[in-house]
């Protein structure tokens, strides 16, 4: 230590040796090797010698391997520490109470607060930073992009690389951190890069200012403005209402008055209702009184119209404009088997009777369409019991104020012998048939001679073709 110290180093080693000297002694070694090293000359130290305390004269270069660089320029103060370093022991005294100053200083700050080197690895850390990160000793000289505060309150990198681009301090304001599930804190991050005497970057400084409460008081001031806000809308609006409200009272006054007049004339117009209703009363008593009598009336030629019903010898069937069943009298019930309620509404000639109704079809029509007032004709059928019959069926329109709105068929069972054209549906063509038929059997029995034969042969045709009226 007495000795000169040697100069123009490029690199000097020094490995678990200063760990075994006080703190005086390594502060005066630490100054000589600072001397010793060329401007980009590197120290090589041991695993336990962090040199934290020295940054004014050496800047971490890999504090996971304990290489620095020295500082290139060191201000007067420490030139001056320096210079007095070997011959006083004053000073060397004075420079490490300094430093163990600084250092309790640092620590001691009520504001968690970090440092970094100009690699982004962790360099110092004060109590409250480290009880608040939950960072150990172990962690010093780690990347900071490996450790939870990088991601934990906000996104440190853009922040950092901000400010050492620009040189100037930057501000993240309202950081949530959350702590536990319980508690939650909102921090100021103020990242200041530290600038060497040339303007170089040596590091950054982190502090986290905990703004919780008066993030807090913000929001309290927020949410009272808010309240304020809509105490004070909804004050107009009640304002508002009222005033509404007085000018509906005032129109309401006004209608009570119409309404109280208007009231009193329909008293009166009541009054005269009254004296009308009662006269309206007087005459329903009299139209119900001829409504009875006329019911009466329609109750004796209904019962008289059933009577004549039941009394006619013939089945009588009405059929509506589509030809479904509309009246049905006993009399078809006796020869074909289905009540009224049975075939009432359904189509005529979807009936299961034991008759060929698809023959009724021309005669129906034909009464429809107005073509014919009558028709009639012979059809052989199986009556209810299934004995066979001759059934005569006459078929007329029915027509109500001269509009055709239906078909009306009689039926009857004709007794005797039928002749051949009693059983054919007497169409057009056929009636055509029978006249020539009758007319030439007229003709052979008025030019044939006297005689049994001929006389015999032209009555048979003409019973047997009569010709049609």
Same mark, same amino acid.
């Given at each position: 230590?007495?000795?000169?110290?040697?100069?123009?180093?490029?690199?000097? *080693?020094?490995?678990?040796?200063?760990?075994?000297?006080?703190?005086?002694?390594?502060?005066?070694?630490?100054?000589?090797?600072?001397?010793?090293?060329?401007?980009?000359?590197?120290?090589?130290?041991?695993?336990?010698?962090?040199?934290?305390?020295?940054?004014?004269?050496?800047?971490?270069?890999?504090?996971?391997?304990?290489?620095?660089?020295?500082?290139?320029?060191?201000?007067?103060?420490?030139?001056?520490?320096?210079?007095?370093?070997?011959?006083?022991?004053?000073?060397?005294?004075?420079?490490?109470?300094?430093?163990?100053?600084?250092?309790?200083?640092?620590?001691?700050?009520? =504001?968690?607060?970090?440092?970094?080197?100009?690699?982004?690895?962790?360099?110092?850390?004060?109590?409250?930073?480290?009880?608040?990160?939950?960072?150990?000793?172990?962690?010093?000289?780690?990347?900071?992009?490996?450790?939870?505060?990088?991601?934990?309150?906000?996104?440190?990198?853009?922040?950092?690389?901000?400010?050492?681009?620009?040189?100037?301090?930057?501000?993240?304001?309202?950081?949530?951190?959350?702590?536990?599930?319980?508690?939650?804190?909102?921090?100021?991050?103020?990242?200041?890069?530290?600038?060497?005497?040339?303007?170089?970057?040596?590091?950054?400084?982190?502090?986290?200012?905990? =703004?919780?409460?008066?993030?807090?008081?913000?929001?309290?001031?927020?949410?009272?403005?808010?309240?304020?806000?809509?105490?004070?809308?909804?004050?107009?609006?009640?304002?508002?209402?009222?005033?509404?409200?007085?000018?509906?009272?005032?129109?309401?006054?006004?209608?009570?008055?119409?309404?109280?007049?208007?009231?009193?004339?329909?008293?009166?117009?009541?009054?005269?209702?009254?004296?009308?209703?009662?006269?309206?009363?007087?005459?329903?008593?009299?139209?119900?009184?001829?409504?009875?009598?006329?019911?009466?009336?329609?109750?004796?030629?209904?019962?008289? =119209?059933?009577?004549?019903? *039941?009394?006619?010898?013939?089945?009588?069937?009405?059929?509506?404009?589509? %030809?479904?069943?509309?009246?049905?009298?006993?009399?078809?019930?006796?020869?074909?088997?289905?009540?009224?309620?049975?075939?009432?509404?359904?189509?005529?000639?979807?009936?299961?009777?034991?008759?060929?109704?698809?023959?009724?079809?021309?005669?129906?029509?034909?009464?429809?369409?107005?073509?014919?007032?009558?028709?009639?004709?012979?059809?052989?059928?199986?009556?209810?019991?299934?004995?066979?019959?001759?059934?005569?069926?006459?078929?007329?329109?029915?027509?109500?104020?001269?509009?055709?709105?239906?078909?009306?068929?009689?039926?009857?069972?004709?007794?005797?012998?039928?002749?051949?054209?009693?059983?054919?549906?007497?169409?057009?063509?056929?009636?055509?048939? %029978?006249?020539?038929?009758?007319?030439?059997?007229?003709?052979?029995?008025?030019?044939?001679?006297?005689?049994?034969?001929?006389?015999?042969?032209?009555?048979?045709?003409?019973?047997?073709?009569?010709?049609?009226?």
């Amino acid at each position: 230590m007495q000795d000169a110290p040697i100069s123009r180093l490029d690199l000097l *080693t020094c490995r678990n040796t200063l760990m075994y000297f006080n703190v005086e002694t390594q502060a005066r070694v630490i100054d000589r090797f600072h001397f010793a090293l060329n401007n980009d000359g590197f120290l090589f130290v041991g695993k336990a010698e962090m040199l934290l305390s020295q940054v004014s004269l050496f800047n971490p270069v890999s504090l996971k391997f304990r290489v620095f660089t020295k500082v290139a320029k060191v201000n007067w103060r420490d030139r001056l520490v320096l210079t007095n370093s070997v011959s006083s022991s004053r000073s060397a005294n004075f420079f490490v109470s300094s430093l163990r100053l600084r250092d309790e200083a640092f620590d001691a700050s009520p =504001v968690p607060h970090i440092v970094t080197d100009a690699q982004y690895n962790l360099a110092l850390a004060n109590r409250e930073a480290r009880s608040l990160f939950n960072l150990q000793s172990q962690n010093l000289g780690r990347p900071l992009g490996e450790l939870e505060l990088y991601r934990h309150p906000a996104r440190l990198e853009p922040a950092i690389e901000v400010a050492c681009a620009t040189r100037r301090p930057v501000v993240l304001a309202d950081i949530l951190l959350e702590v536990s599930e319980e508690q939650r804190l909102y921090l100021e991050i103020h990242i200041l890069p530290i600038l060497d005497g040339t303007g170089g970057i040596i590091g950054v400084n982190i502090v986290f200012i905990d =703004v919780s409460q008066y993030h807090s008081l913000r929001e309290e001031l927020d949410r009272s403005t808010q309240e304020l806000e809509t105490a004070y809308e909804e004050l107009q609006t009640s304002n508002e209402e009222l005033e509404t409200t007085n000018e509906e009272l005032q129109s309401t006054n006004e209608e009570l008055e119409t309404t109280n007049e208007e009231l009193q004339s329909t008293n009166e117009e009541l009054e005269t209702m009254n004296e009308e209703l009662q006269s309206s009363n007087d005459e329903l008593q009299i139209a119900n009184e001829q409504l009875r009598a006329k019911s009466n009336e329609l109750n004796r030629i209904t019962v008289f =119209v059933e009577s004549i019903l *039941t009394s006619l010898k013939m089945g009588m069937a009405v059929l509506d404009t589509r %030809f479904s069943v509309q009246l049905w009298n006993s009399r078809m019930t006796e020869l074909w088997g289905l009540r009224s309620e049975e075939v009432q509404g359904f189509f005529f000639f979807d009936l299961d009777i034991n008759l060929s109704v698809e023959l009724l079809r021309t005669p129906i029509r034909a009464c429809q369409n107005e073509s014919s007032d009558y028709e009639e004709i012979v059809v052989p059928s199986l009556d209810r019991r299934g004995r066979s019959i001759h059934c005569r069926i006459i078929c007329m329109p029915l027509k109500i104020e001269n509009q055709s709105e239906g078909v009306i068929l009689l039926m009857e069972e004709k007794t005797g012998r039928m002749g051949f054209v009693e059983f054919c549906l007497p169409c057009r063509p056929c009636q055509r048939l %029978f006249a020539n038929l009758s007319r030439r059997a007229k003709l052979i029995q008025q030019t044939s001679p006297p005689g049994p034969s001929p006389t015999r042969r032209g009555e048979r045709w003409t019973k047997l073709f009569p010709l049609p009226s």
